[in-house]
């Protein structure tokens, strides 16, 4: 299922297609092939063919990953390249990859899908990745290695060198034979600003030693320069470390951990992040951005001018015929038909415009010989002007041997301008004479037209009395009829007023009508009205009669009521002088009670009144006296105050 749902997913946003076949049983020419016609169904579309492109190619020996970097790079494309790109899909998927010893690709494969942006300048351009199959290894032939290499080199404006471990010396080695390509194609220009190549990313796999440099860019930028110092080497290395910056726009390195054993020991890899090691992902999140993010990608120049798409495809294809037909293809060979390849590129932008200017001259009809001859000379002048500003390699001689080329060209173009415009002139002529054989015809028919023009405004004049003398006839017509119209409509006016007054007459006997009914059923309504009122105040009567019975009653009750309520007063009354006069006397007793006591506190204080605690004895029974007689007068006048 999951392989299903990759393919339909591959269907959608594009797949690898193989541009680049190499049959490994022949030896021969046979044994490559280039499909140009899946190069042009990718770059030959509207919105592509004409804008420039900014060419990813990924190279290296085989099974140490190409397929598996160029995956993030889609990555990246496909997010718009947002920031969390590396977050923004489930699997890698894209490029074919799986871990193991055994090559999985072989020729060259461009992606279907191209990638729109802008560059660093502002500039719209399209962004195209190209998988290549490993070179420089043990299966390997060196024709495959300059093939595949070279054309990585010669048609990118980035090519990512993939190494595993450390740059080595022969890895170094690999770049001579474009070392000799650029010192024979630029000769003047290793001593100049100018550079033959642009971008060269070494990118070195499972670095060990990131304690002497760091992962990343700083550190591949440190490690790099200490690789290309030519200090203390023979003069055979110093020569090729002296001479690869001089040949490239830009070199830089970057230094990766490994991904993990899961990604690189096991065939059960499918592209799940969680299975690649941590580190790796961090530092895969810079890589992608510092080879295709919008600061750092750049379309792919030909002496110095960006080439379009179709342009790579006609420059593609003249590198990989050069390839082809050479055994052993040299540096000085391959600088041949980088010279043919762009003075071919300017000759046919040249002859473009050559081939517009007089066509827009000449178009569909004629011009006189010394006319022609003259545009001629113009805009073969204008078209010298053009191939001569543009940037060519090769030189003067190169330069002089192109011109007659470029002047062969534009002969025959003129050539077959002068047989266009020869039979021009023969079709205006045969279109002249058939235009005269036209207008003799049509004179005649003309003149017979024009007889019968005539016979008809005789007629028309004719014709035209007759329907005078008709509209005079109708005038009267219509005059007759409208002073009838107007008697009818005398009539009509009195009738309608007579049939309104009529209505207005009904209507009014209908509303009297209507209103005796209204008026009787109004009486009929207040005569039920008042019988009803009759019907309640008799009910009402009766209610109140039965009430006032009803209250006689009461009252009668009310008054029984309070008779009883009476004598039970007067019996609580007798009952409460009673327990008064209980209270009484308890009082009294208890005044006596008191009275006795006093006396024997008397008696005690006479008995003691020689001790020396008798005068306090007597302020205490003197308080008690006080305060008995105080609680006595308090109790009587409680007694008298009570409510009766």
Same mark, same amino acid.
């Given at each position: 299922?999951?392989?299903?749902?990759? &393919?339909?997913?591959?269907?959608?946003?594009?797949?690898?297609?193989?541009?680049?076949?190499?049959?490994?049983?022949?030896?021969?020419?046979?044994?490559?092939?280039?499909?140009?016609?899946?190069?042009?169904?990718?770059?030959?579309?509207?919105?592509?063919?004409?804008?420039?492109?900014?060419?990813?190619?990924?190279?290296?020996?085989?099974?140490?990953?190409?397929?598996?970097?160029?995956?993030?790079?889609?990555?990246?494309?496909?997010?718009?390249?947002?920031?969390?790109?590396? /977050?923004?899909?489930?699997?890698?998927? %894209?490029?074919?990859?799986?871990?193991?010893?055994?090559?999985?690709?072989?020729?060259?494969?461009?992606?279907?899908?191209?990638?729109? *942006?802008?560059?660093? *300048?502002?500039?719209?351009?399209?962004?195209?990745?190209?998988?290549?199959?490993?070179?420089?290894?043990?299966?390997?032939?060196?024709?495959?290695?300059?093939?595949?290499?070279?054309?990585?080199?010669?048609?990118?404006?980035?090519?990512?060198?993939?190494?595993?471990?450390? @740059?080595? +010396?022969?890895?170094?080695? /690999?770049?001579?034979?474009?070392?000799?390509?650029?010192?024979?194609?630029?000769?003047?220009?290793?001593?100049?600003?100018?550079?033959?190549?642009?971008?060269?990313?070494?990118?070195?796999?499972?670095?060990?030693?990131?304690?002497?440099?760091?992962?990343?860019?700083?550190? %591949?930028?440190? =490690?790099?320069?200490?690789?290309?110092?030519?200090?203390?080497?023979?003069?055979? *290395?110093?020569?090729?470390?002296?001479?690869?910056?001089?040949?490239?726009?830009?070199?830089?390195?970057?230094?990766?951990?490994?991904?993990?054993?899961?990604?690189?020991?096991?065939?059960?890899?499918?592209?799940?992040?969680?299975?690649?090691?941590? +580190?790796?992902?961090?530092?895969?999140?810079?890589?992608?951005?510092? @080879?295709?993010?919008?600061?750092?990608?750049?379309?792919?120049?030909?002496?110095? @001018?960006?080439?379009?798409?179709?342009?790579?495809?006609?420059?593609?294809?003249?590198?990989?015929?050069?390839?082809?037909?050479? &055994?052993?293809?040299?540096?000085?060979?391959?600088?041949?038909?980088?010279?043919?390849?762009?003075?071919?590129?300017?000759?046919?932008?040249?002859?473009?415009?050559?081939?517009?200017?007089?066509?827009?001259?000449?178009?569909?009809?004629?011009?006189?010989?010394?006319?022609? $001859?003259?545009?001629?000379?113009?805009?073969?002048? %204008?078209?010298?002007?053009?191939?001569?500003?543009?940037?060519?390699?090769?030189?003067?001689?190169?330069?002089?041997?192109?011109?007659?080329?470029?002047?062969?060209?534009?002969?025959?173009?003129?050539?077959?301008?002068?047989?266009?415009?020869?039979?021009?002139?023969?079709?205006?002529?045969?279109?002249?004479?058939?235009? &005269?054989?036209?207008?003799?015809?049509?004179?005649?028919?003309?003149?017979?037209?024009?007889?019968?023009?005539?016979?008809? +405004?005789?007629?028309?004049?004719? &014709?035209?009395?007759?329907?005078? $003398?008709?509209?005079?006839?109708?005038?009267?017509?219509?005059?007759?009829?409208?002073?009838?119209?107007?008697?009818?409509?005398?009539?009509?006016?009195?009738?309608?007023?007579?049939?309104?007054?009529?209505?207005?007459?009904?209507?009014?006997?209908?509303?009297?009508?209507?209103?005796?009914?209204?008026?009787?059923?109004? =009486?009929?309504?207040?005569?039920?009205?008042?019988?009803?009122?009759?019907?309640?105040?008799?009910?009402?009567?009766?209610?109140?009669?039965?009430?006032?019975?009803?209250?006689?009653?009461?009252?009668?009750?009310?008054?029984?009521?309070?008779?009883?309520?009476?004598?039970?007063?007067?019996?609580?009354?007798?009952?409460?002088?009673?327990?008064?006069?209980?209270?009484?006397?308890?009082?009294? $007793?208890?005044?006596?009670?008191?009275?006795?006591?006093?006396?024997?506190?008397?008696?005690?204080?006479?008995?003691?009144?020689? %001790?020396?605690? =008798?005068?306090?004895?007597?302020?205490?029974?003197?308080?008690?006296?006080?305060? *008995?007689?105080?609680?006595?007068?308090?109790?009587?006048?409680?007694?008298?105050?009570?409510?009766?």
């Amino acid at each position: 299922l999951d392989s299903l749902l990759q &393919e339909k997913t591959m269907s959608d946003t594009g797949r690898p297609i193989k541009i680049i076949h190499i049959d490994e049983e022949e030896e021969g020419p046979d044994r490559y092939s280039f499909d140009c016609g899946a190069l042009k169904s990718i770059l030959d579309k509207d919105g592509v063919r004409d804008r420039p492109l900014c060419v990813a190619t990924v190279a290296g020996a085989m099974r140490q990953g190409k397929s598996f970097l160029l995956n993030f790079m889609l990555r990246y494309l496909r997010s718009q390249r947002n920031e969390d790109w590396i /977050n923004t899909e489930g699997k890698l998927s %894209g490029f074919e990859f799986r871990g193991g010893s055994e090559r999985e690709t072989t020729g060259i494969y461009i992606w279907s899908q191209v990638f729109p *942006t802008k560059t660093k *300048t502002g500039q719209d351009a399209n962004i195209v990745l190209i998988d290549t199959q490993g070179t420089f290894d043990h299966d390997a032939l060196m024709r495959d290695n300059s093939m595949i290499f070279g054309l990585s080199l010669l048609m990118s404006s980035v090519t990512v060198y993939n190494l595993l471990h450390n @740059i080595r +010396e022969d890895d170094l080695q /690999n770049l001579v034979f474009f070392s000799e390509f650029g010192s024979l194609a630029y000769p003047e220009t290793l001593a100049t600003s100018a550079k033959p190549f642009q971008r060269l990313f070494y990118l070195v796999r499972d670095w060990e030693y990131d304690f002497q440099d760091p992962y990343g860019s700083v550190g %591949g930028a440190s =490690f790099l320069k200490r690789i290309l110092d030519p200090k203390g080497k023979n003069s055979e *290395t110093r020569d090729l470390r002296e001479r690869l910056p001089r040949l490239f726009e830009n070199l830089s390195c970057f230094l990766m951990p490994s991904p993990g054993k899961k990604v690189t020991k096991t065939a059960r890899f499918h592209g799940t992040l969680d299975d690649i090691e941590p +580190e790796f992902v961090k530092q895969m999140q810079d890589l992608i951005p510092a @080879i295709l993010g919008p600061k750092n990608i750049e379309v792919k120049k030909t002496e110095g @001018i960006p080439l379009t798409a179709q342009d790579f495809i006609t420059s593609f294809s003249a590198l990989f015929q050069e390839f082809k037909k050479h &055994e052993e293809i040299g540096a000085e060979s391959l600088v041949n038909v980088h010279i043919a390849n762009t003075h071919k590129m300017s000759i046919d932008k040249t002859v473009a415009f050559y081939v517009e200017a007089m066509g827009s001259v000449i178009g569909d009809g004629f011009i006189e010989k010394e006319a022609l $001859e003259g545009f001629n000379k113009e805009f073969l002048d %204008g078209a010298m002007k053009v191939y001569r500003s543009s940037k060519k390699m090769g030189g003067k001689k190169a330069a002089e041997k192109y011109e007659k080329l470029l002047t062969s060209h534009l002969e025959e173009q003129f050539m077959k301008f002068k047989e266009r415009n020869e039979k021009n002139r023969e079709t205006k002529q045969k279109l002249q004479e058939a235009e &005269e054989k036209r207008f003799a015809e049509e004179r005649v028919r003309l003149e017979a037209e024009r007889e019968a023009i005539e016979a008809k +405004e005789k007629f028309q004049e004719a &014709e035209k009395q007759r329907l005078n $003398e008709e509209k005079l006839r109708v005038l009267a017509e219509k005059e007759n009829h409208e002073a009838k119209k107007k008697h009818d409509d005398v009539l009509k006016e009195k009738l309608e007023e007579e049939r309104l007054r009529v209505e207005a007459e009904k209507e009014k006997l209908e509303l009297q009508g209507k209103l005796e009914a209204a008026q009787k059923e109004a =009486f009929e309504k207040e005569k039920a009205r008042i019988q009803s009122e009759k019907e309640i105040i008799e009910a009402r009567a009766e209610q109140d009669k039965a009430e006032r019975m009803r209250i006689e009653a009461e009252v009668q009750a009310y008054e029984a009521e309070l008779k009883a309520r009476q004598a039970a007063l007067n019996e609580i009354a007798a009952e409460k002088e009673k327990i008064e006069a209980q209270n009484r006397q308890l009082e009294a $007793e208890k005044h006596k009670n008191e009275m006795e006591d006093m006396a024997r506190r008397m008696e005690m204080m006479q008995s003691q009144s020689q %001790g020396p605690g =008798f005068l306090e004895s007597l302020g205490q029974v003197i308080e008690f006296a006080k305060n *008995t007689a105080l609680d006595i007068l308090q109790a009587r006048a409680a007694f008298m105050t009570r409510p009766r």
